[in-house]
T-cell receptor, first 112, second 109 residues
């Protein structure tokens, strides 16, 4: 049974560009949460999607947006990339409001 | 808002030493509490959890007790191994999961 799958694993972008990261949740899970983990820091909550809608949002600017598809997979979009957006982006899935989060291995984004 | 504060690292121990990593929390409502572990180049793995006051979570020799009176969830292990070297994150969940800054543990043979 596949866990959470994220793609791509690594990505290099230039300042000002836009990026899309993808996440497929664990089988049976319907909720996807996204986190940004800067080097040497803890994961910071970006937002959570459930039933194709953003349910919760952390303290991130509108440049960060997302989407959830009917098959529960999700995308994270970041516009107008800044050097400070360089980080590991983690996706976690869960079933509804359950506390059973499963994390993917992340996408390492480098902005140059 | 909901937040977690955990002991700053790095922590370096010899094999078979006793480990404590402190974690305190601030939350509205009744959070669930977690410890996650992250190995180099990997995502986060759930180590243990507790969902209500006085619950003890345990896994692989690690333990933590949910203390509502001190708003704490300290991680302990009686005898660490080299393979326990990793970064440990304390986290809480009310509506979403919030993490501490992480504590890097290095265990030397």
């Amino acid at each position: 049974d596949a866990g959470v799958t994220q793609s791509p694993t690594h990505l290099i972008k230039t300042r000002g560009q836009q990026v899309t990261l993808r996440c497929s949740p664990k089988s049976g899970h319907d909720t996807v949460s996204w986190y940004q983990q800067a080097l040497g820091q803890g994961p910071q909550f970006i937002f959570q999607y459930y039933e194709e809608e953003e349910r919760q949002r952390g303290n991130f600017p509108d440049r960060f947006s997302g989407h959830q598809f009917p098959n529960y997979s999700s995308e994270l979009n970041v516009n107008a990339l800044l050097l400070g957006d360089s980080a590991l982006y983690l996706c976690a899935s869960s079933l509804g409001q359950s506390i059973g989060y499963t994390f993917g291995s992340g996408t390492r984004l480098t902005v140059v | 808002g909901n937040s977690v504060t955990q002991m700053e690292g790095p922590v370096t121990l010899s094999e078979e030493a006793f480990l404590t990593i402190n974690c305190t929390y601030t939350a509205t409502g009744y959070p669930s509490l977690f410890w996650y572990v992250q190995y180099p180049g990997e995502g986060l793995q759930l180590l243990l959890k507790a969902t209500k006051a006085d619950d003890k979570g345990s896994n692989k020799g690690f333990e933590a007790t949910y203390r509502k009176e001190t708003t704490s969830f300290h991680l302990e292990k009686g005898s660490v191994q080299v393979s326990d070297s990793a970064v440990y994150f304390c986290a809480l969940s009310v509506w979403d999961m919030r993490f501490g800054a992480g504590t890097r543990l290095t265990v030397k043979p």
